[in-house]
């Protein structure tokens, strides 16, 4: 009868959990996408990009850029359940004064809650000596109002990245807390494909930056990240492994995907084996032209928003899921004691209900 027993839930366990539960690479889509567009005749009407999302324990935050017919700025929206998702009208961050280091945009890179304040690392630019971009620094007690650090811009070009800087990503940790910033650049105005750069601070203002990208293009000119790489995501898991979601444009400068690479160091970087993790979705739907610049947020699981290209309205965001064949080793699978129990009761209330149909036969 065990033995039987035994047999049953585990023909449950096989058939009833979805194949994602036993190894899966494929994140799941939410069926609620886009979870978050563009609002028609707002400031944010053109675009909705580049979402940043904290849970803090009771709700989901988001930032994220907007724009309309050439202005742009940083939104945000709030939510109870990471997928419908309230927008407070109007941007939260706007590019600066006339003159300003970031008179000409600003675009959201990262923002970090330091257990005080909400920090938010962002890129600026103006046409004279900011043309290539910079990174600033804004500060928010309740991630609404910021206020502009009078020390910006706190990381400016210099020889690796002339050409270009963005996205900068930022996260804090270690006994002698130091925040590590990721971030996208170019090393000279010719170069054609942007890398993946590094800088460390123990202030967040003052940086020291590596001399040599930390994540580059693949070297296989077949590879489906062989064009730029883009757009650092990072965590850490508090003891040996950074995690690096990055997006790339791959061949012939293809539509964008999104990948993840791990670390011991944050800056030796090992591919993962089944990347690209998320790709466009199928002809004519609204991510169909391409996925980039994932942002994860932890709840009972991972959930990655990201942005998703069509073809004939702006870029808008989306949520995928983790399948449950991956995790990050400090948030465990259940383990198979727990999953047969899941089998086990599934077969009993089975057995249950064929009894009780056959009384009432």
Known sequence: MKKRLLGVALFFLFVLLPPSAFGDAQWVKSPSNPVLGPTPNQWDADYTTTPRVIYDG??????????????????????NDGIAWSQLTGPVLEPGLSGAWDSSSVALGSVLWNGTIFMMWYRGSNPTAFASGAVGLATSKDGVSWAKDSHNPVLTTTAIDQGYIASPYVIRFGQLPTYYMWYTGKNSKFTQFTSILLATSYDGLNWSKRLHPVFSPSSDPT?????????????????????????STGPNNGPPQIGLATSPDGATWTRYLSNPIL??????????AGVE??????????????????????????????PQGFTIPEFPLPSFLALLTVAVCA?????????????SD
Not at 279 to 288: K, L
Not at 294 to 321: E, H, V
Request: no cysteine; charged share 15%; proline share 3%.
């Open 58 to 79: 009771k709700t989901y935050r988001m930032w994220f850029n907007g724009g309309r017919s050439g202005s742009n700025g940083v939104g945000y929206a709030t939510s």
């Open 279 to 288: 790709s466009p979705g199928a002809q004519g739907t609204w991510d169909f």
């Open 347 to 359: 077969a009993s209330l089975l057995r249950k209900r064929k009894q009780a149909k056959a009384l």
């Open 223 to 247: 590879a489906w990240d062989s064009g730029s790489v883009y757009s650092p995501s990072v965590y850490f898991n508090g003891n040996n492994t950074f995690w690096l979601w990055y997006s």
């Open 293 to 322: 610049q994932a942002s994860l947020a932890i709840r009972d699981g991972l959930m990655m928003y990201y942005d998703g290209i069509g073809a004939s309205t702006g870029p808008k965001i989306g949520l995928a899921q983790a």
